[in-house]
């Protein structure tokens, strides 16, 4: 069954450690992207990906950095995590067929920052 | 640039009553128009989808028409059910103004109640 997936759904961690939150799909989905969710519900794109290699900011700034290395996986790292990083992680990806655009959502990774 | 502005929650109500969700957009080109539905500790899911003008999109009950005239897209249900509850966002996609991502609004909170 296709599907896209996060993993872990919740982490608790301390300030200054490095962490990794992973997003697969296995839809063959050519475009990827992170958001950032805030407790008051709104979305912000923080990361996209139109394939492998290639990799952009989106409109909110975040000192996470992504990677795409292959076209299901798309993981993205905070180098050092701060209490400000508490959040809830999107992946999401689409097909990008023209007229359509629609995105499919992981479960999401809830981060909390100690 | 392309926005998109839905009514603010949180909206309340009991059960069988009927739900509008109002959603307004302003793109530059020709965009798809997307709602979404978010349940409680997990990701996104399409609810429904419109891809040009006075197309109806409909799911589970919901429905939504493309109203180019008004730059409208408001989402309906006849009969709510506790069910129903979750957080909605209405979407817009647009190649020429977005690049092809989902520009989202802020998301309306829905409570049934039995």
């Known amino acids: 069954e296709a599907d896209i997936y996060q993993t872990p759904r919740y982490l608790v961690i301390g300030t200054g450690k490095k962490i990794t939150l992973e997003c697969s799909q296995t839809m063959g989905h050519d475009k990827m992207y992170w958001y950032q969710q805030d407790p008051g519900m709104e979305l912000h794109l923080i990361h996209y990906s139109y394939g492998v290699n290639s990799t952009e900011k989106g409109d909110l700034s975040s000192e996470s950095t992504v990677s795409r290395i292959r076209t299901e996986h798309f993981p993205l790292t905070l180098e050092s995590a701060r209490p400000s990083h508490t959040s809830q992680y999107l992946c999401?990806?689409?097909?990008?067929?023209?007229?359509?655009?629609?995105?499919?959502f992981g479960p999401g990774t809830r981060l909390t920052v100690t | 640039g392309n926005s998109v502005t839905q009514m603010e929650g949180p909206v309340t109500l009991s059960e069988e009553a009927f739900l509008t969700i109002n959603c307004t957009y302003t793109a530059t080109g020709y965009p798809s128009l997307f709602w979404y539905v978010q349940y409680p500790g997990e990701g996104l899911q399409l609810l429904l989808k419109?891809?040009?003008?006075?197309d109806k999109g409909s799911n589970k009950g919901f429905e939504a028409t493309y109203r180019k005239e008004t730059t409208s897209f408001h989402l309906e249900k006849g009969s709510v059910q506790v069910s129903d509850s979750a957080v909605y966002f209405c979407?817009?996609?647009?190649?020429?103004?977005?690049?092809?991502?989902?520009?989202f609004g802020k998301g309306t909170k829905l409570s049934v109640k039995p």
């Open positions: 419109a891809t040009k003008a006075d």
């Open positions: 999401a990806s689409s097909g990008g067929l023209a007229g359509a655009y629609e995105q499919y």
């Open positions: 979407a817009l996609s647009d190649y020429g103004g977005s690049q092809g991502n989902l520009i």
